[in-house]
């Protein structure tokens, strides 16, 4: 996998909303340690750049924190766990530096498709239908396919 037809697709959803799936060629808890182990995340989200954790906490409540470095540039992003099922689903604040004080609500579902692979659905809500739409209008959609691609990668590997 990891080629372009397994591009995820973010679309607005409602009107504050962005929805996006993507399956993986992995079984869900595979997937599900790599959004939740550190030394495995660290190897995927920022799509091969430099990660700085400055972070981690892995429990509702918890604050995360990185900051990565590409082409010159720092790019900051953080928030708090809210709530952690394991294997199942994550919901997480998420606000990018670029767009301070512009927080959207993550929630990350992690569906077993029974044959080895796992799909994974995000919802984010944003404030307002400007913010959602500056985010759409951001690039997000392809730094979150560079970093799916980055997972594929590292699920390839042997567990």
């Known amino acids: ?10 679309a607005a959803s409602g009107d504050r909303e962005i929805h996006v799936e993507r399956i993986f060629d992995a079984p869900v808890a ?6 939740s182990r550190i030394e495995n995340l660290v190897r995927w989200w920022g799509r ?3 990660l700085d ?6 429990r509702p ?10 082409d010159g540039a720092t790019h900051g992003f953080e928030g708090r766990f809210r709530e952690i099922a394991p294997r199942e689903r ?3 604040s998420f606000e990018w530096d670029g767009m301070p004080a512009h927080v959207a609500i993550d929630a990350t579902r992690f569906v077993d498709l029974g044959d080895g692979r796992t799909k994974v659905v995000t919802d ?9 739409d500056g985010m759409l209008q951001s690039g997000m959609e392809g730094g979150m396919n560079d970093s799916y ?5 590292l699920l390839a590997q042997p567990a």
Do not use: C, K
């Open 61 to 70: 409540g918890g604050h995360w924190r990185f900051v990565e470095h590409a």
């Open 30 to 35: 595979r997937v599900w340690d790599a959004y």
């Open 48 to 50: 091969g750049h430099r």
């Open 1 to 10: 996998m990891g080629t372009a037809e397994n591009n995820a697709v973010a």
């Open 149 to 153: 691609r980055a997972l594929d990668a």
């Open 124 to 132: 984010s809500q944003f404030h307002t239908p400007d913010e959602r």
């Open 90 to 92: 994550i919901v997480w």
């Open 53 to 58: 954790v400055e972070r981690w906490e892995f």
